[in-house]
């Protein structure tokens, strides 16, 4: 299944319909609610959810400023770059044994089993690779690229490669607008120089997650959804986005949801701006900051903020957000 961009929305409807949403309506409902917030990782949560919240502002606050760091170092790129070092560096003209094949605007390779290379490495398991490319009418350039893994690759110089994730992104371009897909699920771990500080590589992280962004009208616009475990020293320990997305239509700002799982087990809410409905305008005081309220299954604990620069730097890409 290839990822589809956000294609031709407007500014209002693109804050609406935030990745992996289906524009639902929790959020104006003060946050999702106990029982249809989604697992954010395949792991079930090791302790039974605690019934009183735990977590304060300050810490939602201070917290929430990490987050643009743990979704900018989700890098596809650099994910498969460490995946085609530890091919180039190890692999052999047999092994693994590539199967290439070019059809259509389509590439594919494939290899799967075990084998050991001449210098000692182990490769186990199976890897799948497409790359699609066409364009079409006023669509003047599309590419989606896909990777799925289920390897376990070890060098003899302690270098190894583990993990069974999914990656796929596109890229679309259209006259004065450009729109971007990731999505994210599983989880890849690696030797520290193979990892290279990645806490996607170390293992630290882990999960399912989908990304969208646009340029568009001037402005931009990213959004999340999915969810994610995170390092045992967080005050928290997944993260789970609902309708959230951050944009530049006039300003650097917020909207939607993001919960926090403590270390007992209980959903934190952090809603910032509510979605906009198509044709209404976003209120200045409420989006364009890095405040919102937190509230605990729907009980409010009073406002949160971060420094008002938190989001800005997933804004600030040069060619593509990932």
């Known amino acids: 299944m290839r990822l589809v961009g956000v294609r031709r929305l407007s500014p209002c409807i693109l804050a609406l319909c935030v990745v992996g949403s289906g524009c639902s309506s929790s959020a104006e409902q003060g946050g999702p609610q106990l029982g249809d917030r989604p697992n954010p990782t395949p792991y ?22 990490e987050i643009p760091g743990y979704v900018a170092a989700l890098d596809p790129n650099g994910m498969i770059a460490a995946y085609q070092g530890m091919l180039a560096a190890h692999g052999d003209a047999n092994c693994p044994a590539l199967e290439v094949v070019e059809s259509d605007g389509e ?3 494939v290899w799967e089993g075990e084998c050991e290379s001449t210098d000692g490495t182990t490769f186990r398991g199976e890897m799948y690779f497409s790359e699609y490319s066409f364009s079409e009418g006023d669509l003047t350039q599309a590419r989606t690229s896909m990777y799925s893994f289920n390897l376990d690759i070890t060098a003899q110089d302690g270098t190894f490669l583990r993990g069974a994730p999914e990656i796929e992104f596109s890229t679309e371009v259209f006259p004065g607008e450009t729109n971007y897909a990731l999505r994210f699920s599983g989880e890849l771990a690696a030797d520290s120089a193979t990892a290279a500080g990645n806490p996607w590589l170390t293992g630290d992280l882990r999960g399912t997650v989908v990304a969208y962004a646009a340029e568009v009208d001037g402005g931009r616009f990213i959004g999340y959804g999915g969810g994610f475990t995170v390092p045992n020293d967080a005050s928290v320990s997944a993260l789970s986005f609902s309708e959230f997305g951050v944009f530049s239509f006039g300003c650097d700002g917020a909207l939607g949801t993001i919960s926090l799982r403590d270390k007992a087990g209980g959903w934190h809410d952090a809603l910032y701006a509510a979605p906009v409905e198509d044709g209404d305008d976003l209120d200045p005081e409420q989006s364009c900051n890095a405040c919102g309220d937190l509230s605990f299954y729907g009980e409010s604990l009073g406002e949160f903020c971060s420094d008002a620069q938190t989001f800005s730097d997933l804004l600030t890409w040069e060619t593509s957000p990932w």
Do not use: K, M, R
Request: glycine share 4%.
């Open 107 to 109: 590439t594919t390779s």
């Open 44 to 65: 079930e949560p090791e302790t039974e959810p605690s019934i009183d919240p735990s977590l304060t502002t300050q810490q939602v606050g201070d917290f929430i400023a």
